[in-house]
């Protein structure tokens, strides 16, 4: 249920957007070409533009091709006695789902025509299927100037949003192993260790939005005219986003063997280095753009405020720690473009 509102606020461009488009295309339908009952229009625009779907075009294509081979199969059905009606539908409807299934297309094909099917005799023969067939148009019309006109996403708007929560859950599990190994506190840290490690599901998330911000610059208007560079930046993040939180995994575990085999106070350069992760992570967080950071941006600039060499020698069993800090922090840079990666 803690999820609930960030779903919801994730779906709810789109609920909006398959709304107003299902009461769109049943007026142009019913006050332009007459029809008096559009059902058609109305639920293929609600089908095309529905919530969760990696692509409204290619929803679009199926549910048009679904519609038409449902209708066409329901017409026909009207052929048959109308002494079994139950029968008479089932065997339309089998018929319908076979001939979509047979196409190899994705699912919305076979249910779609299944669903027509049952509409088409649910409603009677009192409209030709010609009528049916130019109100599925309509709704499919009505589908694509939303989503690819009006109502088209920003495919780099879900991938910064993921970004950003991958970098500031790293931020809060590093924070919290770096407290708990400078006070040697063996069950916190241990805590924190596994608040790190979870992060691999803001990784899986950021992984997710990335493919579909890739199926975006294929398949919507507005992907279409950014996509060199949206490819540019989902290729970047593909590549150091992995290495980016198996570093920070690699520096969290070296800091809890360091604080194992050494019982003295944590060497102030790994402190510092540590900190620096910390904040860059956080301030990087905290941006709503951070997929596509100006190079004049002073986040893109990492190296200016980057800890320097520790002056001093680090002991033995804190130097694998000092080497995943300075990995962890070659990946952040490499992660975000910045030009002293």
């Known amino acids: 249920m803690a999820a609930a509102p960030g779903r919801l606020r994730l779906a709810l ?41 990696p692509s409204h075009l290619k929803q679009t294509w199926g549910l048009v091709l679904g519609c038409a081979i449902g209708i066409i199969v329901g017409e026909l059905a009207w052929l048959l006695p109308d002494t079994i009606p139950l029968l008479r539908l089932s065997l339309a409807s089998l018929v319908a789902l076979s001939l979509a299934a047979m196409l190899g297309q994705p699912p919305v094909v076979p249910i779609q025509a299944g669903v027509s099917v049952v509409l088409v005799l649910s409603m009677g023969p ?28 920003n495919p780099l708007r879900a991938v910064s949003r993921s970004a950003s929560a991958l970098l500031g859950q790293l931020a809060e599990g590093l924070e919290a192993t770096l407290r708990a190994t400078a006070t040697h506190d063996t069950p916190d840290a241990t805590v924190a260790l596994g608040q790190l490690t979870r992060s691999s599901d803001a990784l899986s998330a950021l992984r997710t939005a990335m ?30 986003a992995v290495r980016l939180y198996a570093s920070a995994l ?36 905290a941006n709503g753009n951070v997929v596509a950071l100006q190079p004049d941006d002073a986040l893109a600039q990492l190296a200016a405020s980057a800890p320097q060499a520790p002056a001093q020698p680090v002991p033995q069993a804190w130097l694998p720690a000092l080497d995943h800090a300075q990995q962890m922090e070659e990946a952040l840079k490499a992660l975000i473009g910045s030009r002293d990666a």
């Open 250 to 285: 690699l520096l969290g575990e070296s800091l809890v063997r360091g604080m194992s085999h050494d019982s003295g106070l944590m060497p102030r350069a790994i402190v510092l280095h540590c900190e620096w992760l910390v904040d860059a992570c956080r301030q990087l967080s």
């Open 126 to 153: 009192s409209a030709a299927g010609e009528t049916r067939l130019v109100d599925v148009l309509v709704g499919a019309g009505v589908g694509l100037m939303f989503s690819q006109v009006i109502f088209t996403a």
């Open 13 to 53: 461009r789109d609920a909006i957007a398959a709304s107003l488009g299902a009461m769109l295309a049943w007026e142009l339908s019913h006050y332009l070409l007459g029809h008096p009952k559009p059902v058609f229009a109305a639920v293929t625009a609600l089908v095309c533009l529905a919530p969760g779907l």
């Open 211 to 240: 493919v579909e911000a890739q199926s975006a610059s294929r398949w919507s208007l507005r992907g279409r005219l950014g996509g060199a560079g949206l490819q540019t930046i989902t290729g970047r993040y593909d590549r150091h």
